[in-house]
């Protein structure tokens, strides 16, 4: 697309699109779609960002270094600037700065023999660590590339020799492709890469240590670009240039990737709206699902995000269909592929190769009732692509849909007990099971959710979160605490899109907006801290009634929402997961040796509750600090963990030990946050974090 000096102009999107859609039809008008609530400004909190890092030396590589020629050396640590530099054997490298954790410095040739390594901030140095040049170390065998198809696993077990101690030796794979896994226990690389990565490239470093050799290597992954639905056109376009975006209308017409057989070629259409000035760095992409019988897709727009609203008039909760519609009705033996996300991820592949100013580490999507259900599929399922789910009345287990609904969604995906076909061998009914997807899968495990539901709400009942999977037996909120999966739920005695009568509606706000400036700026590309069974929860219930309500299969223990008090889910009557708990996304240090992040309780401007029973308003904290919470390390770029392994942790005066979990995920238990920054620290090696205290 053409560029602008980094500012969009209405001259310069005009020419850009009218190249792309061969055509301008000129404006029409303008279709509302009701948006996310507004966020206030986000407020530093009490006592402001944290404090610069202590200054830390934590590993060198290559070590040992080659001799006798110049040589790249990588340091990894904390506390790094700008203006740092690696000082080998008293003299100063010319240094690049790359993170608060790493540095990279070029060496001429050295003798054979020790150096003495450290990094320098101003007047100040790290603790030296010692070099070694022209040792013996291992070798990394790797292939120069790895070629795979869209939709197709490709598996590549790596190999060292000349390895030192073959049972010290670790092997560490970074820059891995959205989607891809490493298995260190077996030591094979996957990836399985869906259709919108084909074309794309990525190099993959291998880092291996035998306890006394350290050495690097690096492959590329190629994805061949061997499904290619047609691109959307543009068919119309309008400049709002008082709300500060232009509205682009697109068609989407499908091919038998995109749609069954026997509807394939025909078109659906879509919307997207682009700001018309865009920073250096890019702006956030928000992918917007409808609800239920929506007739056009919403066309409101933003001046500081692109957003994208995809179509699903045929109601298929954003899943898709059976393959043999509309010829035959779905019947046993059957496949219900996932169609109509196909189509939404086809949009937003479209919006990222044509659109440089969309942030592809930034895109996130929203949606309430059918796209609240929506966009916790989506975001779970093909997590890879999102950084972030905004989900509110939204079904998360499938087969615990309401009767009507469940009948209605039959006739696109085959009855529950037919269990047509989803995608690998699962029932598409299963598959839209998402305690399941996080029982299963990293990807839906490494994503972060904020959830609405209303206990009041007769259409989508509170049962969606509160209620038993018949497949895992977890509820959603369960499997979420459980499983330490990123999350901020709020609920309260609203109905379906109606406000609680008593706290109104966004009354949990405050100053939460990750993706567009909270200090817990969540990206696609940077680790996070999971927060769960935080001593500042309220108690959601456990799905059982509370004697004000009958039970009904539709309604579930839902009262009247003008009346204050009368729900019979039991309970708290509102409340929240995981409030108050932020991190500073800034402060992330990801390194192989080390993973750390500043993290702090948000007691900020806010309201008392409003009566007895309910919860306080805003970053009003009512609870005495500091509370007790489990930190999860979720969405990890280099600290992976081998099941089994020792990670030593320090946080203040605090320090442990943990054990990595069958996933390789830790937990810390109870971490004391008050509304000071402090920082957790999470080490290999147990004796450097006991040696600090």
Same mark, same amino acid.
Do not use: C
């Given at each position: 697309m053409l560029s602008c000096s980094g500012l969009v102009s209405r001259a310069c999107l005009t020419v850009a699109w009218l190249a792309l859609a061969g055509c301008y039809s000129g404006p029409s008008g303008a279709i509302d779609e009701q948006s996310p609530p507004? !966020?206030? $400004?986000?407020?530093?909190? $009490?006592?402001?960002?944290?404090?610069?890092?202590?200054?830390?030396?934590?590993?060198?590589? $290559?070590?040992?270094?080659?001799?006798?020629?110049?040589?790249?050396?990588?340091?990894?640590?904390?506390?790094?600037?700008?203006?740092?530099?690696v000082v080998f054997a008293g003299r100063e490298l010319p240094t690049t700065?790359?993170?608060?954790?790493?540095?990279?410095?070029?060496?001429?040739?050295?003798?054979?023999?020790?150096?003495?390594?450290?990094?320098?901030?101003?007047?100040?140095?790290?603790?030296?660590?010692?070099?070694? &040049?022209?040792?013996?170390?291992?070798?990394?065998?790797?292939?120069?590339?790895?070629?795979?198809d869209e939709d197709t696993e490709v598996g590549l077990v790596i190999d060292v020799v000349d390895v030192a101690d073959p049972k010290a030796l670790r092997i560490h794979l970074l820059g891995l492709p959205p989607g891809a896994t490493w298995d260190e226990s077996t030591r094979t690389f996957r990836f399985t890469p869906d259709f919108t990565q084909g074309g794309d490239?990525?190099?993959? /470093?291998?880092?291996?240590?035998?306890?006394?050799?350290?050495?690097?290597?690096?492959?590329?992954?190629? &994805?061949?670009?061997?499904?290619?639905?047609?691109?959307?056109?543009?068919?119309? /376009?309008?400049?709002?240039?008082?709300?500060?975006?232009?509205?682009?209308?697109?068609?989407?017409? /499908?091919?038998?990737?995109?749609?069954?057989?026997?509807y394939a070629g025909r078109e659906f259409v879509a919307k997207v709206m682009v700001p018309l000035e865009v920073p250096p760095e890019g702006v956030p992409v928000r992918i917007g699902l409808h609800g239920f019988a929506t007739a056009n897709p919403g066309g409101t727009g933003s001046?500081?995000?692109?957003?994208?609203?995809?179509?699903?008039?045929?109601?298929?909760?954003?899943?898709?269909?059976?393959?043999?519609?509309?010829?035959?009705? $779905?019947?046993?033996?059957?496949?219900?592929?996932?169609? /109509?996300?196909?189509?939404?991820?086809?949009?937003?592949?479209?919006?990222? !190769?044509?659109?440089?100013?969309?942030?592809?580490?930034?895109?996130?999507?929203?949606?309430?009732?059918?796209?609240?259900?929506?966009?916790?599929?989506?975001?779970?399922?093909?997590?890879?692509?999102?950084?972030?789910?905004?989900?509110r009345l939204g079904q998360a287990i499938a087969r615990n849909?309401?009767?009507?609904?469940?009948?209605?969604?039959?006739?696109?995906?085959?009855?529950?007990?037919?269990?047509?076909?989803?995608?690998?061998?699962?029932?598409?009914?299963?598959?839209?099971?998402?305690? !399941?997807?996080?029982?299963?899968?990293?990807?839906?495990?490494?994503?972060?959710?904020?959830?609405?539901?209303?206990?009041?709400?007769?259409?989508?009942?509170?049962?969606a979160t509160v209620l038993p999977s018949p497949r895992t037996g977890e509820s959603f909120y369960e499997a979420l605490q459980s499983r330490g999966v990123g999350h901020f739920a709020i609920w309260d005695e609203g109905g379906h899109g109606v406000a609680d009568p008593v706290l109104g509606d966004s009354w949990w706000a405050g100053s939460w907006a990750p993706i567009s400036g909270d200090e817990a700026t969540l990206r696609r590309d940077r680790a996070f801290p999971a927060f769960s069974y935080s001593s500042l929860d309220d108690d959601p219930g456990v799905g059982a009634g509370n004697g004000k309500q009958d039970w009904s299969a539709n309604a579930g223990f839902?009262?009247?929402?003008?009346?204050?008090?009368?729900?019979?889910?039991?309970?708290?009557?509102?409340?929240a997961l995981g409030r108050f708990l932020r991190w500073d996304g800034a402060s992330v240090v990801d390194t192989v040796d080390r993973l750390q992040f500043a993290l702090r309780v948000h007691a900020g401007e806010g309201a008392d509750p409003p009566a007895p029973g309910y919860p306080s308003e805003g970053d009003r904290v009512m609870a005495e600090l500091p509370a007790f919470v489990d930190v999860t390390p979720r969405r990890t770029q280099a600290f992976r963990c081998r099941p089994g392994e020792r990670i030593a942790w320090s946080f203040g005066q605090d320090h442990g030990e943990v054990v990595a979990g069958p996933d390789g995920s830790v937990t810390i238990p109870a971490l004391p946050l008050t509304d000071t920054w402090t920082t957790l620290v999470l080490r290999r090696t147990v004796t450097v974090i006991a040696a600090s205290h």
């Open positions: 507004s !966020r206030p $400004p986000v407020g530093d909190g $009490p006592l402001g960002g944290p404090q610069l890092a202590p200054l830390e030396l934590d590993a060198l590589s $290559p070590d040992p270094a080659p001799g006798g020629v110049e040589f790249d050396l990588h340091v990894t640590g904390a506390g790094f600037t700008t203006s740092s530099v700065f790359v993170s608060g954790g790493e540095l990279h410095a070029r060496s001429g040739p050295r003798k054979r023999g020790d150096y003495e390594v450290v990094v320098r901030r101003g007047d100040e140095e790290s603790r030296p660590l010692t070099l070694a &040049v022209d040792r013996s170390a291992p070798r990394i065998l790797v292939p120069a590339e790895v070629g795979v490239r990525w190099t993959v /470093t291998v880092l291996a240590n035998d306890g006394e050799s350290r050495v690097e290597t690096a492959f590329d992954v190629v &994805v061949r670009d061997t499904i290619q639905p047609p691109w959307p056109e543009v068919v119309d /376009t309008e400049f709002l240039d008082a709300s500060g975006y232009v509205r682009y209308t697109l068609s989407q017409k /499908t091919d038998d990737y995109l749609d069954s057989p026997g001046a500081n995000e692109i957003r994208i609203s995809p179509h699903d008039p045929d109601n298929t909760y954003w899943w898709g269909y059976a393959s043999s519609l509309p010829e035959a009705e $779905p019947a046993a033996g059957g496949a219900a592929p996932d169609y /109509t996300m196909r189509r939404v991820l086809h949009l937003v592949e479209y919006v990222l !190769r044509h659109h440089p100013e969309a942030d592809p580490q930034r895109v996130y999507v929203y949606g309430s009732s059918m796209g609240g259900a929506g966009a916790m599929l989506l975001g779970l399922l093909r997590g890879r692509h999102f950084a972030y789910v905004d989900a849909h309401r009767p009507s609904r469940i009948t209605q969604l039959s006739g696109w995906w085959g009855a529950p007990e037919l269990d047509l076909d989803g995608g690998g061998g699962l029932s598409a009914w299963d598959h839209m099971d998402l305690t !399941r997807a996080l029982a299963e899968s990293s990807e839906a495990r490494d994503q972060f959710l904020f959830l609405k539901h209303g206990k009041d709400d007769p259409t989508i009942h509170f049962g839902a009262g009247e929402v003008a009346v204050a008090g009368d729900t019979g889910w039991d309970g708290a009557i509102a409340g």
